[in-house]
DNA sequence: TTGTAAGCGTTATCAA
DNA sequence: TTGATAACGCTTACAA
């Protein structure tokens, strides 16, 4: 690549030249526009012949020509543009998936459009709405909580979407969009059987906020081995948001339970957990010694907390680049049959877990 | 709002109904479409009675209107839409910034392009041509390493452009671009202190990778304070990049090291000291007890790893939204002198530092 | 293989 | 205040 032809020293500073457009690099080629969008566009340079291809690249290149994907756009009606919606950019399980998502988007030529939803319906519409403004040629929700119509608007909008860890209802119109999650019954199940062969007994779920679809499959996942095990659940409590501070304000709940003494908690999440460390040191009770923990998710730096959590890991990396994969894939073929990918998570054993003490500590 | 025609029930699905334009509702208001455009842009809307505004507005609702960035871009040569570089979207300290910035822009009605650098200048470059095909009304990048062509890159392209953690060198023409990064030479000053408070003598720096502005302030910062206190570094060490990986590389090199005895290292960032701490678990070494070690800038979690680290809070959100506000103000103004903000960072004291013992640990 | 011409949806300029 | 018209930069039938 040459650089673009030098500036006019007169020009104001910021006051670029403007750019060469098609027009001009084919008056200078001495060929037609559309010989020249033919020759520049890859999907068509077979069109013309190798001399001309070579002649325009040239000349393309001598006077600096970019393409303008705006102008394309308006053609086309395609942006090479792909939109991503997570809940909370500040929770470490999505800075990876972005990673992937993006990295894998980039690869195949597509810029990525990011937005926080912050939990909050209304403004996702409104992401939802602005993005369809520019024209995105595919949408990734990570943000999609059950209930709300953020998949219904992208229909309505005609944008192809893909949910990543979040999964609509089961039978709410499963069929409609393709969705990549863990399998969060079977990875809290390993939390539960990890307790259960340590010699835990009464354990206690401390779960996502309500409505949230990693929420239910944990809570549905939790009971379900539990039973298995011919146990009940000692005590059940949803956090408000997977925050932290949520976290610390429900497991002082969980403490705060009459006669619902536990040994263990599986935890629905890591962040979550790090408001339960917060909320057994305020009580005075350890981790491990007193009552066990286990997180999911297994985000970063959670084997340097103190102690280490044991914990699910999941698939960050194969979750954003497997639900682009299917984005990009459904938006060249619509009719492409929807998938429901489900990662295998696994058991990260740590130092948060041993075996029960002879009391409850927490009755 | 009210909502979209209904759509015919016998399109394909995935064939969404062609979207209302202009023209359309100019046709069912019975007005011409620029008057349409000067009623629904809320710049224009002045320029119209307020009659017809009402009536287009209704129309356009009825219609399920929606404004095409594209179309306007094309004709504008403005997207509402700004691209941020990130080296690194796995750092946790990027995520904040990001968020920040998303939110700020968001509430401006601009829409936020991410891209990872991976610290590779090369997809650096392509990443910023890909960006000004798309139009970015401006961009901010916290990836740019001094010395990189990425600020003249786009300064060619005509895109404002602010750097966010990152500042050019010293008299390598600073002026030419604004930029919002930590007061680094302070933070570390800050940490040396505390430590030299604490009674140690010997103190070692475990610096960034050697060019990123962060790591050159923060070294010579750290010599600097040093020198105030009639002090010499005990040890000097770069890592080869901010990752935990390369903290445990050089954390061994310097313990490696002959005659080089010391009780304390300052690091210069949070995720080197994850490998710091790795490196001397594996060397049999105890965090505080035998090496107080400093971090710098209070990622999340660092108050939950063991022993928690002592650190230099930064002030996140603050460079984010400043960062973006700078960038705001440069389009409108392209003649607006640049700024070069630093905010001032501040000592968070955990257990990871504690008084020397009398025999150094390492020697 | 190349040229012609129309059009994507919006906004800006000019005239009425 | 509103209407007519052109233009933004590119793609794509269709014609040559």
Request: hydrophobic share 45%.
């Amino acid at each position: 690549m040459s650089l673009p032809p030098p500036r006019d020293p007169d020009a104001l500073p910021g006051a670029s030249p403007p750019r060469a457009t098609i027009a001009d690099v084919a008056r200078e080629a001495g060929v037609h526009a559309s010989t020249v969008s033919r020759a520049l566009n890859p999907a068509t340079r077979g069109m013309v012949t190798e001399a001309v291809a070579l002649r325009v690249a040239a000349v393309a290149d001598r006077l600096g020509w970019r393409p303008s994907a705006v102008a394309a756009g308006l053609r086309t009606r395609k942006s090479r543009t792909i939109g991503i919606l997570v809940p909370d950019l500040i929770n470490p399980i999505f800075p990876p998936i972005l990673h992937a998502v993006e990295t894998l988007l980039a690869a195949q030529g597509y810029a990525t459009l990011v937005a926080n939803t912050d939990n909050d319906p209304a403004r996702e519409a409104l992401l939802i709405e602005r993005m369809a403004t520019h024209l995105v040629d595919g949408l990734m929700l990570a943000s999609a909580a059950a209930g709300t119509g953020a998949i219904s608007l992208c229909a309505r909008l005609g944008i192809p979407a893909v949910l990543i860890n979040r999964r609509m209802p089961e039978g709410a119109g499963c069929a409609a969009v393709s969705a990549v999650t863990n399998d969060d019954r079977h990875g809290i199940g390993l939390a539960v059987d990890h307790l259960v062969a340590l010699g835990h007994r009464r354990i206690a779920h401390l779960g996502g906020p309500e409505g949230v679809s990693t929420a239910t499959d944990r809570l549905q996942g939790f009971r379900d081995r539990l039973a298995q095990h011919g146990l009940e659940p000692a005590a059940l409590r949803p956090a408000q948001a997977y925050t932290r501070e949520a976290g610390r304000a429900a497991m002082q709940a969980l403490l705060a339970e009459p006669g619902k003494g536990f040994t263990a908690v599986a935890v629905a999440n890591d962040m979550l957990c790090l408001g339960v460390y917060d909320a057994m040191e305020a009580a005075g009770l350890r981790v491990a010694a007193d009552i066990s923990v286990t997180g999911f998710n297994d985000m970063p730096f959670v084997d340097r907390i103190h102690p280490a959590l044991t914990t699910i890991r999941i698939q960050h990396d194969a979750m954003g680049r497997q639900a682009a994969e299917i984005l990009l894939a459904e938006m060249a073929d619509p009719t492409r049959p929807r998938q429901n990918i489900r990662l295998v998570p696994e058991l990260v054993i740590r130092a948060s877990t041993a075996p029960p003490v002879q009391e409850p500590a927490c009755r």
